[in-house]
Every structure is written in C-alpha cells, then in structure tokens.
C-alpha cells in the first residue's frame, strides 16, 4: 500500500509517501518538509493565523513535489493519512481538507492521524525496528511522556510533565537568555561549547517516586543565574551546558525507571528533542548498560514531518480502520 501523508498541526508542512510493501527506511519513499520558522521568527512563537495560511500555499505544491520524488503520479496512492490532531485547529483543517479532498478524488480510504501516535512509530520505520513491548519517551515542544507501548495501537501513559514539555524549556531557556526562537537547537548547540559542572541545575522531581516530570523550576533557575552572572557569550553556552545537562539527566533517570516498572530494555524516543545529541548518547549508554537498546528516528524525522503520518496512517489503514468522509480534526487529544 502507498500511502501519502500529510503533517499540519503547527509551524511545519510534511508531506511523504510510505509504501507498506517494503520494510523500514526502504519504505520511505520520499518526504519532504516545509518549515514555516522564518515567518514566525519576528513574533517570537507561531502565529496560529500566518501558519494556516502558509500551509495553505505550501501543502499542494509540496504533494506535487513529493510524488515527483518518489517517481509516483497521484493515482498510484491506495491511501491518504493526515495529521488529525492534536495541533492548531486552522491549521489542521488545512492538511484534513486537502487530504479528504485527494481520498475522494482518487476513491482511496483516507484516515486522520494522532500526531504523537506518528512521533511515537517514528523509530518503526527505520532498519532492524523494534518490536513492542518497549517503552517510549515522547519529547517534543508540546509533550514528555513515558509510555508503555504493549502493541501498535495499545498504549498505556506511565508519566507526563505537569507543567512545561522538554522542548518547550529548552525554548523558553533560549529566549530569556537572547536567543532567537526557536531557541531549543540552538541552545543545544551553544552547550556543545560550555563547560560542564560551572552551573549546575536541580534534576526536579527525580528524588521521589515516579514518573511524571516537571521542567518549569528549572527555567527559572536558569533565569536567575543568567540575570546574576556577567552574561558573557562563555557564561552563555556554560549555563546552556548546565540546563541540557539537567534536562537530560532527568530524562534518563526517569527512562530508566519506566523500564523497571515495565519490565522491558528497549526504550524507543520520539519527538523533537530526541534529536539532541547529548540526550541521544545518554540513553544509549543507560540501555546498553542494561543489555537493552535505545532505538531513535534519524534527526529529521524526530521534528515535525510528514513521513510519520505516512507510516502510521498505511498501519491503520492496513488495519481495515477507516473513518467517515467528514474533515474533521481534534485539536486536543488525549493519545
Ligand atoms: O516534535 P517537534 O518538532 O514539534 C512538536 O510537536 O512540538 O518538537 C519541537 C521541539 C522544540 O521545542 C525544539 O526546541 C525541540 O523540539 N528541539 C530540540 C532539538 N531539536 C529540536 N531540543 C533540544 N535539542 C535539540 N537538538
Ligand atoms: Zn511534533
């Protein structure tokens, strides 16, 4: 089955094309992202109106552009998934819209996608991909989450943040240190230069019981650091160090704990911030240690993208699920 997916629910157009006939990366057949950052930069965070719009002019030119890649015409598609929620609801009645509008036209099932459902799969469609039961860390600017994945579509939340997501502190961290949004890559490339141990962080919540995360204290510990300190570009990446540090020791330890408790060694990551180097290493190490693995999407498609609705539409519509024919979005969505 080739499917076509569609990613709008925030400031990225991703359209790919998954073909369940081959196996891991092998199925993708193209993808292709837009990122609308630039249009946003000026604002300091995403202008739910512009990022209708942009999606608006970008998603069609980037489904011909997709196709083309993959040596495809529009009437070789067997299905269409798209991003359903949880997302921007102007936004994600762009890609419903012009998914439904394709399905009907080409007469091929079309099924809406739940966005983190796409980060969590991710990991799936590379080589030699894990099977479930494994845990799953899910971070990225709108969600952390730990969750037992005991098959596809069997999800059990095991922990969540109680406040900020990761990627949204490591954001928020950027701005009030001059960064320009979005911060988060950024800052994770100034750590790369910083001196580890000159500042150091509290990990929150890691010395009780649990699994549940909160990232809003540590903001403003870094707040107060920087506000105290000679603000100097060195100081700069040191303290980025000292917060990615936190961050990803956090991370870790909680991971680890997920694992004990469902009594598993294979940890999948997804999500924006699992393309941090740092975070990458760490749990890779951490489930090496425990004769496990740590299994990550490639860097591009642990951001926003269109090939992990692709892939986890094709699965439900392998499935037999299908939906009616309404655009119809949820922009928020328990998963
Ligand atoms: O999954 P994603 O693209 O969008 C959401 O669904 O939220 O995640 C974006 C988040 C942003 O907060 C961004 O700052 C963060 O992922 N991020 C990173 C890195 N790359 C992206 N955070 C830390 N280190 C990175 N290398
Ligand atoms: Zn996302």
């Known amino acids: 089955m080739k499917v076509l997916g569609i990613e709008t629910s925030c400031d990225e157009t ?13 199925g993708l057949l193209a993808h292709a992202v837009y990122s609308q950052i630039a249009l946003h ?3 300091g965070g995403v202008v739910p109106e512009l990022a209708s719009r942009d999606h608006v002019r970008k998603l069609l030119p980037l489904v011909r552009q997709t196709l083309a890649e993959a040596g495809l015409s529009v009437g070789d598609l067997d299905g269409v998934a798209y991003t359903a929620g949880p997302g921007l609801v102007g ?25 983190m459902e796409g980060h969590l799969l991710a990991p799936l469609m590379e080589d030699d991909p894990p099977e479930p039961p494994f845990v799953a860390l899910l971070v990225s600017g709108g969600h952390t989450q730990l969750v037992a994945v005991e098959a596809i579509g069997r999800y059990r939340l095991l922990g969540e943040t109680l406040d900020d997501a990761a990627g949204e502190a490591f954001d928020k961290t950027a701005k009030l240190m001059g960064l320009p949004y979005p911060g988060g890559p950024q800052l994770a490339a100034l750590a790369e230069a910083g001196t580890p141990g000159r500042f150091r962080f509290p ?31 060195a100081t700069r990446a040191d303290i980025a160090r000292g917060f990615e540090d936190a961050v990803v020791d956090t991370l870790a330890i909680k991971c680890e704990r997920a694992l004990d408790e469902a009594g598993c060694d294979t940890l999948v990551v997804a999500g924006g ?6 975070l990458r290493a760490r749990l890779q190490e951490m489930a090496a240690r425990r004769g496990g693995r740590a299994c990550f999407p490639r860097p591009a498609l642990c951001t926003d993208n269109g090939a992990m609705i692709a892939f986890a539409g094709a699965l439900r519509l392998e499935a037999g699920q299908r939906a009616p024919d309404a655009v119809h979005v949820t922009p928020r969505w328990d998963m």
């Open 14 to 26: 991703g359209v790919a094309v998954y073909d369940t006939g081959r196996s891991g990366a092998d």
């Open 41 to 43: 930069a000026e604002y």
């Open 91 to 115: 936004a994600l009645l762009v890609g419903a819209g012009v998914a439904r509008s394709l399905a009907w036209a080409l007469d091929v099932p079309a099924v809406g996608v739940h966005h």
């Open 203 to 233: 990990r929150p919540m890691t010395n009780r019981p649990g699994l549940d995360f909160s990232f809003s204290g540590l903001k403003t510990q870094v707040m107060l650091a920087w506000r105290d300190s000679d603000q100097s570009d």
């Open 273 to 278: 911030v699992g393309a941090n180097r740092r």
